[in-house]
């Protein structure tokens, strides 16, 4: 059973009257938090709900889901969990200050809650998933960041989940980063480290080599991003095409060593920026042949990213996303 499943008793409440309020995993799922972990505030921080069917199941109303969410903001921050919670209690709507407290002051309060909850991602208009995934990140929670990964790949597929939930909250990390005077860099390192290690353990069993059916994927020289060739990896072998994969700056010589080796169909080569993407060692490997005389073959070669844009190398496609270098790929693969 997922953790972002819940236990038991939030599932049996699923069921509850309408109006009742959200069950614990769906509101765990939409802060990008564990369902143990909102236990774990009921209990010592008293941030439970207010409602719970048959005095037993949580049923969270949206009043309770704010103060979550504001928990998480103050938490983003480096709040200790004790003195966030506090805050997050103490920033109930006006109707709710505790007495001798005026309606003023408790507004006064929350526009200082949201002031320092600021440090939260720019994300714009995206899955819901996205929204958890950026949470968990910012608090640098490995369990609950795994967990909504593996859940957003388990949904969507891979291709899906790589294109609108990772990328998008990879990007808004990347934003943050550049705005904010080098803050944030451990963020941006966390969370890819943890989509890194979500594709290995979502990705189906190594293909074994077909003749002629091999693809090779290699980031060029100089260049250390090797996120986007992962998953394109992983989404290969989910369709069943064999994948040789060299990750980052592999050196010009072992790069068409790998390829006179291995006999690639496809060759995909991956490039972040513009100072990466070399056109001559793309068209050197385009023209390298193997196999007997008289029936030689070469290999379809792929511009992969951004580096290529501008660029454009003659007679190599350069596939604008993931799903069409899939694609292309597949293709030349069976042809």
Do not use: N
Not at 29 to 43: F, K
């Amino acid at each position: 059973m997922s953790a972002l499943e819940g236990s038991g008793e939030d599932r049996q409440g699923e069921g509850g009257p309408p109006g009742a309020g959200l069950a614990t995993g769906e509101v765990a799922r939409r802060l990008g938090v564990a369902p143990t972990t909102l236990r774990t505030w009921d209990r010592r921080y008293g941030l439970g709900p207010d409602v719970r069917t048959d005095g037993r199941h949580r049923r969270w109303t949206p009043g309770d889901v704010a103060r979550l969410e504001r928990m998480c903001a103050l938490t983003a921050t480096g709040l200790p969990p004790a003195e966030a919670a506090r805050m997050a209690r103490s920033e109930e709507p006006p109707a709710a200050a505790p007495p001798g407290r005026t309606v003023v002051g408790a507004q006064r309060s929350a526009a200082r809650g949201r002031r320092r909850a600021g440090s939260g991602l720019q994300l714009g208009d995206v899955r819901l998933e996205c929204r958890g995934v950026a949470r968990a990140a910012l608090r640098l929670d490995a369990v609950a960041l795994d967990e909504l990964l593996l859940a957003a790949i388990a949904e969507h597929g891979l291709v899906a989940a790589w294109t609108e939930v990772i990328v998008p909250t990879l990007q808004a990390v990347g934003r943050k980063w550049e705005t904010s005077g080098e803050k944030y860099v451990e963020v941006e390192h966390f969370l890819s480290w943890h989509v890194s290690g979500a594709l290995r353990r979502a990705s189906p069993p190594t293909v074994a080599d077909r003749p002629g059916a091999t693809t090779l994927l290699a980031c060029l020289p100089g260049e250390t991003h090797t996120l986007p060739l992962e998953v394109l990896s992983a989404a290969l072998t989910e369709r069943g095409v064999p994948v040789r994969m060299f990750g980052g700056a592999l050196p010009v010589e072992s790069l068409i060593a790998a390829v006179h080796r291995t006999g690639p169909a496809v060759v995909g080569l991956w490039a972040q920026s513009r100072t990466t993407a070399s056109r001559p060692l793309a068209l050197h490997v385009t023209a390298m042949e193997w196999g007997v005389r008289g029936a030689r073959r070469r290999p379809v070669v792929l511009t992969l990213g951004p580096g290529w844009a501008g660029q454009a190398v003659a007679g190599l496609a350069h596939p604008s996303g993931l799903a069409e270098a899939v694609a292309a790929m597949e293709s030349s693969v069976s042809s």
